[in-house]
């Protein structure tokens, strides 16, 4: 999919040996939400950063989102143990340790100390300069591409998800409302995700598949060009001055009401030939060659402290897979525990530990 490929880790673990959160030093909290923190935090040995999402599990099951966390961690070890490290996408947040406590599960990603995209926007009151909109657009579409390369939904496309690295670039992050699909016909029901950023057939309880998606990244281009949300009711899109015509042709295109002639429905690489990213260098982006308009200073905090807002992407109804009925995020198997792995490949340890490590179960 021409992701670009992450560089494999030359360290070799024992596949046997655990890995716990006494592996990593912790330097300082970059978010905190409604299941606990995500650390920044240095992995003794090797030295390398990561940042670690520590979850309370009490909370999970409190708030009954112990499904919901066993379908982000099957749906990371997918991602991120391909066959070939060259299937690696560097336009996500990979998985490289999982773990628990009694008391906690630990997820522990690439790091990404740049902030948010919709951090920085505040910078912006009027919207990023197009040619960061440019940049940031057409990463955004590559992690998406390769998601739906994988059968995956990720539901999830706004600002807030959109972590930019040490150099600028554009990573993916929270996968913990995405679906894995049996395959690219498959169809679905429930008003799952963020309601602003929903397609308008989702909100009515029609079928939607992959390519509700493609809604939601017009919303997140038409926020990040003009630093609000959209008005898509039945209205036609309002641009500041200033902002070129290829731009809002591509957004309205992309929040078009029909579903049948909206574009990325029927063709997704239409999104990518479209005239707006004529300029955009696409392998140097995969690369990491391209020089981003923007680099954040990692040194400093570039979150804020908020509250989980996974409430609000949840619906109090779970949505139902209609169409096949088999292989979903909700049914993945687990894998068997495994107290450490390879650099490259996470430990694949469900909520219950199992093997050498004593059984400690989700909650008391």
Not at 226 to 240: H, I, S, Y
Not at 280 to 295: K, Y
Request: charged content about 25%; hydrophobic content about 35%; aromatic content about 10%.
């Amino acid at each position: 999919m021409g992701c670009g490929a992450s560089a494999p880790s030359s360290t070799i673990y024992d596949p046997n040996g655990p890995v716990g959160v006494e592996y990593f030093k912790q330097e300082r909290v970059l978010g905190e939400g409604g299941f606990g923190k995500v650390r920044y935090v240095i992995k003794k040995d090797t030295q390398k950063g990561y940042a670690m999402k520590c979850m309370d599990k009490h909370a999970i099951v409190d708030k009954r989102h112990t499904n919901m966390v066993f379908k982000e961690r099957s749906l990371l070890v997918d991602l991120s143990t391909p066959a070939d490290a060259k299937d690696h996408c560097r336009f996500l947040t990979n998985l490289h340790f999982a773990f628990q406590d009694a008391h906690h599960v630990y997820l522990v990603m690439d790091l990404a100390l740049g902030g948010t995209l919709k951090y920085h926007l505040k910078k912006h009151p009027k919207g990023y300069p197009e040619s960061h909109v440019q940049f940031y657009a057409a990463q955004i579409y590559n992690g998406l591409m390769f998601l739906h390369s994988k059968m995956i939904l990720y539901r999830d496309c706004k600002p807030e998800n959109m972590l930019l690295n040490s150099e600028g670039y554009v990573m993916l992050s929270d996968f913990g409302v995405s679906e894995k699909f049996a395959n690219s016909d498959t169809q679905m029901k429930g008003k799952t995700g963020t309601r602003a950023y929903m397609p308008p057939e989702s909100l009515r309880g029609e079928l939607y598949g992959l390519d509700f998606d493609w809604w939601s990244y017009g919303v997140t281009m038409y926020e990040i060009l003009c630093a609000v949300l959209p008005n898509t009711k039945g209205q036609e899109l309002q641009f500041p001055e200033g902002r070129s015509p290829a731009a809002q042709d591509l957004v309205a295109k992309l929040l078009d009401q029909n579903r049948a002639t909206r574009l990325g429905v029927a063709d997704e690489t239409a999104i990518r030939r479209h005239g707006y990213f004529a300029e955009i260098d696409w392998d140097g982006l995969n690369n990491r060659t391209a020089t981003a308009p923007f680099v954040p200073n990692s040194k400093i905090a570039n979150f804020d402290a908020h509250q989980d807002d996974i409430m609000a992407a949840l619906d109090v109804n779970q949505a139902r897979l209609l169409y096949p009925t088999t292989t979903t995020a909700t049914t993945t198997t687990n894998h068997p525990a495994r107290a450490g792995q390879n650099h490259n490949r996470p430990s694949r340890v469900p909520l219950r530990k199992t093997g050498r490590q004593a059984s400690v179960a989700l909650a008391r």
